[in-house]
């Protein structure tokens, strides 16, 4: 029984949201094909090119988000999802999944398990100068402001008891939902704990985040939060 709970992820979701994600999504099926997912849901943004078609070749189950932002396609699959956890990963192939099965383990004492690229001093191979700064910055201001006890406040790779759904009310329709998550944890004062995953270089394609105006929707965001309370 021990053994069952420690490795198999049969009860768990995993969400991957996808735009144009033809060149690096078989990739990141064909790595986690045998980890035994409960179910995979692709939530995908009106792809042009054969990421539907590729998708159709795996054990998942594609959705087609309508309205606009990441947040909301994110929350529509969590909204779908069935099994008693639920986890995230992007479809470029720079998240470890070797991560998920640490999570699973953690997730039997915790509510929620947040990984962190930064963690014990660790660095991001996505970074650049603006990226870096905004990234320690916000991170910084969910810190003083939520009073939340992570170290990568912009990178959504957690696993989290699907319980818990019913205390909180996430809403982000765009990025903001990366730190919303995490900030709402610790105010209903559940149990969580932050784990390093290094980020590896992306497989393919190119990032779909814009520093600029993603970061000022974020900064909206976090002030969204924090005066909603």
């Not at 997912?37 to 792809?47: L, V, W």
């Not at 998708?55 to 988000?65: K, R, S, V």
């Not at 929620?112 to 660095?123: D, E, I, L, M, P």
């Not at 149990?191 to 190119?206: P, T």
Request: aromatic share 12%; with cysteine; proline share 2%.
């Amino acid at each position: 029984m021990n053994n069952y709970k420690e490795n198999s992820l049969a009860d768990v979701s995993l969400i991957i949201a996808t735009y144009n994600e033809e060149e690096s999504l078989s990739f990141v099926l064909q790595e986690i094909e045998n980890y035994g997912f409960g179910e995979i849901i692709i939530i995908d943004a009106n792809s042009e090119d054969r990421t539907k078609e590729i998708a159709n070749q795996f054990n998942t189950t594609f959705i087609t988000e309508t309205e606009k932002g990441w947040g909301n396609a994110v929350l529509k699959a969590i909204n779908y999802s069935s099994k008693k956890y639920i986890t995230y990963i992007d479809a470029d192939g720079s998240y470890n999944p070797i991560a998920i099965k640490e999570m699973r383990k953690l997730i039997e004492e915790y509510d929620a398990v947040f990984c962190s690229r930064y963690k014990n001093g660790a660095k991001s191979p996505d970074d650049t100068v603006i990226r870096a700064f905004g990234n320690k910055l916000f991170t910084l201001l969910v810190r003083i402001i939520f009073k939340c006890k992570i170290t990568d406040a912009l990178f959504f790779y957690p696993m989290f008891n699907r319980e818990i759904l019913q205390d909180i009310n996430l809403k982000s329709p765009d990025f903001t939902l990366c730190l919303e998550l995490p900030a709402v944890v610790h105010e209903k004062k559940f149990r969580y704990i932050e784990i390093l995953s290094e980020e590896r270089k992306r497989y393919a394609g190119v990032s779909k985040v814009n520093a600029l105006t993603d970061g000022v929707k974020i900064l909206i965001g976090i002030f969204k939060l924090r005066f909603s309370k």
